[in-house]
């Protein structure tokens, strides 16, 4: 009978048993990191089917958006008649998210549900996309961990608005075209050419992906490029131009030409983009950039579409009005560079074999953006629990403003949202065009001036200000307007509550 080797007191464990200790240590460690993850998304989920107003401004006016096209009030507006508003993305969410609530979902909850399930499918794409570029399961874990502890991630993945949406269109496309790198199956080419365009017609800034897989192909196989190149160029402006057709020009007008906001605050909105992202994603960034000098060809493209998401978000946050959601795909494409990275650099392998290497190091900023963003995301659950009831009083309490015949210009949405299902003009935008001359203010002045507007919600004591708002991120009113209001209207009610809304009505003289 073969004798069984046991250590005595004092020495150690033979070296198999210790790594096989340190791998479940991992393993566990990994599996407590995720259920924290889980129970963050599970805690946005249900504030998502309890909450019933509006978490942004921009919720609102896509979820009035989707209401009149799925009733029929029209879609794609000219931008010299009434209705004063635009819809400044593509068709895809408007779409989907308007006949949900037209099937019986409330109003934002439809557009909600289809944020939520594409931050879950994008997640599903992480990993289902490294598994193509690594074998590594711990990697593939550790970047699916990453983007589902990202709070930015989660809080517009359950905001009824484009972005999760067109980032896991854009995402798909990728990975199905990681697929055809590995099979070499023409399908699977045709597919993500479909995804992307699907992506651009849901948020046109959604180009990196399909700029990623052009300049692969042409690197890896010059005459597929052409055809998926010009193929999908095609597909993509056949359906722009009947789309836009179809709506008499105006898809042009409200996606493109009222999209291009002034740029006049570059420095100083880049500086809030940066801030954030150095904030909350510079563990993720440091990761992702270690791997550089170990990047094999097989995961090239991975980082090549990181560096084009990167340029587009580079362009495109410094407009005036954007916010944190342009920051979506880059940061779920840095994930999945963070995940290569570690599979790269061996940093599983040197971990649990207590190798002494700087790879072990990255464990630092690894967990600090895990406990930093989960704790991000607790505050954000709880913001919003704290404020839906004092938002329910302030809608609640327009009701009867809001309820009367004729056009009402309002710049407290969410009350548009529960009892009129349309808006007639959109404050911001509307001064945004006015002022850059794509809007004639003509219309609306004499309206004003007549009086024939029941009802004037705005976020400001007009009668109390002097001088026209300068800060083009305040909405306001051109001053044309707010003259005339001053001279034909008075402060009806003010509302307090999470806006303080003013109330102003036509004077009786």
Not at 217 to 222: F, H, I, P
Not at 399 to 422: C, E, H, M, T, W
Not at 478 to 488: D, G, H, S, T, V
Request: charged share 15%; glycine share 6%.
């Amino acid at each position: 009978m073969a004798a069984t080797y046991t250590a005595p007191p004092n020495e150690a464990p033979p070296q198999s048993a210790r790594a096989a200790a340190r791998e479940r240590t991992c393993r566990r460690t990994l599996r407590w990191i995720g259920a924290i993850v889980a129970l963050g998304l599970a805690s946005h989920f249900a504030v998502l089917l309890w909450a019933r107003h509006e978490f942004t401004v921009v919720e609102a006016i896509v979820a009035l958006h989707s209401s009149m096209l799925a009733n029929g009030w029209g879609f794609y507006f000219d931008l010299n008649r009434y209705p004063f508003t635009v819809s400044p993305y593509g068709p895809v969410f408007y779409a989907v998210s308007g006949y949900l609530h037209k099937w019986g979902l409330p109003p934002y909850l439809g557009g909600r549900m289809l944020s939520f399930s594409a931050l879950l499918v994008a997640l599903w794409f992480c990993w289902r996309g490294l598994g193509y570029l690594t074998r590594n399961a711990y990697a593939r874990a550790s970047s699916v961990i990453l983007a589902g502890s990202t709070a930015n991630l989660l809080f517009w993945g359950t905001v009824g608005q484009v972005d999760m949406l067109a980032a896991c269109l854009s995402l798909a496309a990728f990975t199905v075209f990681l697929e055809y790198r590995e099979w070499r199956q023409v399908r699977a080419l045709v597919f993500s050419g479909v995804l992307v365009i699907l992506a651009v017609l849901t948020k046109q800034t959604a180009l990196a992906a399909g700029a990623a897989i052009g300049l692969t192909l042409l690197m890896e196989d010059r005459k597929r490029a052409a055809w998926w190149i010009a193929g999908t160029a095609a597909a993509g402006a056949t359906v722009l131009w009947t789309l836009n057709i179809v709506t008499h020009g105006h898809y042009y007008d409200d996606a493109f030409v009222a999209n291009i906001a002034p740029f006049h605050m570059i420095l100083y909105k880049l500086r809030q983009h940066t801030e954030y992202l150095v904030l909350t994603g510079s563990g993720v960034l440091v990761v992702a950039c270690a791997g550089l000098w170990r990047m094999s060809r097989r995961v090239a493209p991975l980082y090549l579409y990181a560096g084009l998401v990167s340029g587009v978000w580079i362009l495109t946050a410094p407009k005036i009005g954007s916010d944190l959601n342009y920051q979506l795909e880059m940061m779920l494409v840095l994930c999945m560079c963070a995940g290569c990275a570690l599979d790269q650099l061996a940093f599983f392998r040197s971990l649990l074999s207590a190798r002494r290497t700087w790879v072990t190091l990255l464990q630092v900023p690894l967990l600090l953006h895990v406990v930093l963003n989960v704790t991000l995301t607790a505050r954000t659950v709880v913001e919003r629990a704290v404020l839906e009831p004092f938002k329910r009083r302030e809608t609640e309490a327009l009701k009867p403003f809001i309820n009367r015949p004729g056009r009402i210009l309002s710049a407290q949405f969410d009350s548009l949202v529960y009892y009129r299902g349309r808006m007639d003009v959109e404050p911001y935008i509307y001064s945004l065009l006015v002022r850059v001359g794509r809007t004639d203010p003509t219309p609306l002045l004499r309206d004003i001036l007549e009086k024939r507007l029941p009802t004037v919600i705005l976020l400001e004591d007009i009668f109390q200000r002097s001088a026209p708002v300068v800060d083009p991120e305040v909405l306001h009113m051109p001053a044309a307007q707010i003259e005339a209001l001053r001279q034909k209207y008075y402060i009806a009610a003010h509302i307090e509550g999470p806006y303080g809304v003013y109330v102003y009505q036509p004077r009786r003289d």
